[in-house]
């Protein structure tokens, strides 16, 4: 009698990664170029320059994107991914871009008085504060697993599922970005957009992919995120 025996099969990592990074790029490009034809709706709200580059920054990203999404998916199966100082900084960067977006609510819910103004705000921003620290305590947590376990595809896996979490709703401040959203489902999924960027450059940082260039893409998505909620702050924007 012959005995067939037959090789346990691994998850194949690199697949499911290459899935949710397609799912997350078409998110994200929905959003931005839906972001970009509201704002022209409320033209006369923004300096007379704003729209126009929105919408030059919107088509720049979003072509970069779907050029490393072609990248993306060329990868082979199980692939060496990135170590030492340089994945260290992609993952510093990726916590970082949470406190960066929330630039635009006056880096709340990152100051020390917030447990104080808790009680005094909506339950749509307790979720918009839980998306931001929670996006940045995990992203912690999966760069340590990342850095210091062998469990570096698990820890891919576990970026791109934050990503896809911090898509719910989760802002309900009525200004241009967010009208059309507020009056359609009560709350807006836009805030942590750059987030999702910020998610793939980083993804293909680890595999290897233009490394340097994408980790300048992730700085300047936390730069610009900076510059705009400051601008706001300011009134200088909107």
Known sequence: MNIITSRPQTINFTYIVKIFFAMIFAAVCFLSIKATADLVDEFDIFPIWFIPSFGFVVFVLNAICF????????????????????????????????????????????????????????????????????????????????????????????????????????DNCSNPFNYWWIETIGASPLMYAPNLYAALFVTCGLYGIHSRIVTLLVMCVCGGCLILGIGHQLRIIW
Not at 85 to 93: G, N, V
Not at 117 to 132: E, R, T, W
Not at 156 to 165: K, R, V
């Open 67 to 170: 050029y490393l999404l072609l990248q993306i998916w060329k990868i082979e199966s199980n692939p060496k991914l990135l170590s030492g100082k340089q994945s260290l900084f992609l993952w510093l960067l990726m916590s970082l871009s949470f406190i960066c977006t929330t630039a635009v609510h006056s880096f709340y819910p990152f100051r020390l008085n917030t447990p104080s103004i808790l009680p005094s705000v909506d339950a749509i921003m307790k979720i918009n504060y839980g998306v931001a620290i929670l996006g940045f305590l995990v992203s912690v947590a999966l760069a340590g697993i990342y850095i210091f376990t062998k469990m570096k595809s698990p820890a891919m896996i576990g970026l791109m599922t934050t990503a896809l979490f911090i898509l719910i709703p989760n």
